[in-house]
């Protein structure tokens, strides 16, 4: 089994960011992936910040990721996002995919923002490294 085990955030202004962009759903192994990453991101000190588009809006449905394990050998998707969301990791999700899934934030999992795009701009402007899945 994977080990998900993260150190919360430093939260230092300084600390390198990472953006994981995510676009693979319940239906893709690629989802555990991107989660994965993006505990690896928080565990060395960098501050994370997911951003979901497309199917990927639907990892973090209230519910969705419950019982959810895509490969035997990974945490659960609910294991993955619960650890990075109490390590301090930021969940951003694209408004216009969670408009025509009929999200808004009461449907998502507490902590999750629906975000534009230019915030995610901004961080990639400023030197965010970035992995999309």
């Not at 650890?83 to 999700?93: E, I």
């Not at 901004?122 to 490294?129: F, I, N, Q, W």
Request: aromatic residues 4%; charged residues 25%.
């Amino acid at each position: 089994m994977t080990d998900i085990t993260t150190t919360p955030a430093t939260g230092a202004d300084d600390a390198p960011e990472l953006v994981v962009l995510v676009s693979r759903g319940l239906d893709d192994e690629r989802a555990t992936v991107a989660w994965t990453l993006a505990n690896a991101g928080l565990a060395s000190g960098e501050k994370v910040t997911v951003f979901l588009v497309s199917g990927g809006v639907d990892l973090v449905r209230e519910g969705a990721a419950d019982r959810l394990r895509m490969n035997p050998d990974d945490p659960s998707l609910k294991d993955l996002i619960d650890n990075f969301m109490s390590a301090g990791g930021t969940v951003w999700v694209c408004p216009p995919c969670a408009n025509l899934r009929g999200y808004d934030e009461r449907a998502l999992v507490d902590g999750v923002r629906i975000v534009g795009a230019g915030p995610l701009h901004d961080l990639v402007k400023g030197g965010a490294a970035t992995i999309c899945l």
